[in-house]
């Protein structure tokens, strides 16, 4: 089966600007995570959505993140304006049953 | 609030040598117990889990213990290769955070060096 696939790879912005990741789950997987992993650091969760209704965002800063899942496939997660310290690896990963989550090769964003 | 903590940080041992690998958290009241692999530019591999009732999981090469009472978890990789060089993480599931949620340490780095 395909696995978690995540776009673009890297990304270099300034600061202020805004950005946002696209994620596409394994097919049927009602769970996705959004994970954010400072280098150095394991990966911290931002948001889960379980199919389109969000799950636990208490992590993720409303000021200037947002994600969505529509139609309770594919999801977008944008940061809007960037931090130098926003800079890290944007982890999503999907769900299917209980325990297995399945990771995405990340995107590495690098702000300026 | 529940801390995962990984030591060391790093690790560096010659082919053939077994690896032992440390994860301990403060909150004992976990679902589950992952252990996975991160290797550079990819997302992370599950390698083993084990729920809060068990002691133990084998894979392979790979087994890894739990003590829920004491807050630690070892990962065993039994005659390393060079092929096992990668950073692992270790992460809880707890009972009272939402179904799934994982709480990750900081991972080790290892180096199996031929």
Known sequence: ?112 | KQEVTQIPAALSVPEGENLVLNCSFTDSAIYNLQWFRQDPGKGLTSLLLIQSSQREQTSGRLNASLDKSSGRSTLYIAASQPGDSATYLCAVEKTTDSWGKLQFGAGTQVVVTP
């Open chain 1, 1 to 112: 089966e395909a696995g978690v696939a995540q776009s673009p790879r890297y990304k270099i912005i300034e600061k202020r600007q805004s950005v946002a990741f696209w994620c596409n789950p394994i097919s049927g997987h009602a769970t996705l995570y959004w994970y954010q992993q400072i280098l150095g650091q394991g990966p911290k969760l931002l948001i889960q959505f379980q199919n389109n209704g969000v799950v636990d965002d208490s992590q993720l800063p409303k000021d200037r993140f947002s994600a969505e899942r529509l139609k309770g496939v594919d999801s977008t997660l944008k940061i809007q304006p960037a931090k130098l310290e926003d800079s890290a690896v944007y982890l999503c990963a999907s769900s299917g049953s209980a325990y297995e989550q399945y990771f995405g090769p990340g995107t590495r964003l690098t702000v300026t």
